[in-house]
């Protein structure tokens, strides 16, 4: 398993700004997502984050405003990028170890 | 490609009787399949899993899932719910060339009531 925390845990900002979501795993792990969660909606996938690699994004998202980092094993940020409100959202991370964990969410609210 | 179907959006049971949340698969290959729990203001919280082998997969807090290949399904069940059990249940496939990417469903709303 892993033990995964995030900060910040949630925040509110204003439109036009940008928040910088990190990520901190307790174990070494190659394989890092970051996904969005609507509340009581399933969740979207932005993007596979592997260390020493560029980040794979999914359909729909793109790096200039997603852009992620993976300096090493153990830590990732996502940046949310020239916010609008419709980025509000639950913002969550996980590591696959065989199973994905997750973190616990980022909740942003863009007013 | 690989998809995964929770039919029902929610789900009501009374606390005691048994419970039961549906899902079912498509993937081109052998499936890896999933069960998340979240509860509200929480991330997602792994339950159980089938890999290979045995179809009944026991899990945490009581639950299990069995494991259908001709029915390509994969339910979730409890003997006897609890009040505490009240959450967001998602099941998720990944296929075993998916680059560990897993597939959702949209979540099954479980209430159980007093």
């Known amino acids: 398993s892993a033990v995964i925390s995030q900060k910040p845990s949630r925040d509110i900002c204003q439109r036009g700004t940008s928040l910088t979501i990190q990520c901190q795993v307790d174990s070494q792990v190659t394989m890092m997502f970051w996904y969005r969660q609507q509340p009581g909606q399933s969740l979207t996938l932005i993007a596979t984050?592997?260390?020493?690699?560029?980040?794979?994004?999914e359909s729909g998202f793109v790096i200039d405003k997603f852009p992620i980092s993976r300096p090493n094993l153990t830590f990732s940020t996502l940046t949310v990028s020239n916010m609008s409100p419709e980025d509000s959202s639950i913002y969550l991370c996980s590591v696959l170890v065989e199973t994905q964990y997750f973190g616990p969410g980022t909740r942003l609210l863009v007013l | 490609a690989q998809s995964v179907a929770q039919p029902e959006d929610q789900v009501n049971v009374a606390e005691g009787n048994p419970l039961t949340v549906k899902c079912t698969y498509s993937v081109s290959g052998n499936p890896y399949l999933f069960w998340y729990v979240q509860y509200p203001n929480r991330g997602l919280q792994f339950l159980l899993k089938y890999i290979t082998g045995d179809n009944l997969v026991k899990g945490s807090y009581g639950f299990e899932a069995e494991f259908n290949k001709s029915q390509t399904s994969f339910h979730l069940k409890k003997p006897s719910a609890l009040v505490s059990d009240s959450a967001l249940y998602f099941c998720a496939v990944r296929e075993t060339d998916s680059w560990g990417k897993f597939q959702f469903g949209a979540g099954t709303q479980v209430v159980v009531t007093p």
């Open positions: 984050a592997n260390q020493g690699s560029e980040a794979t994004y």
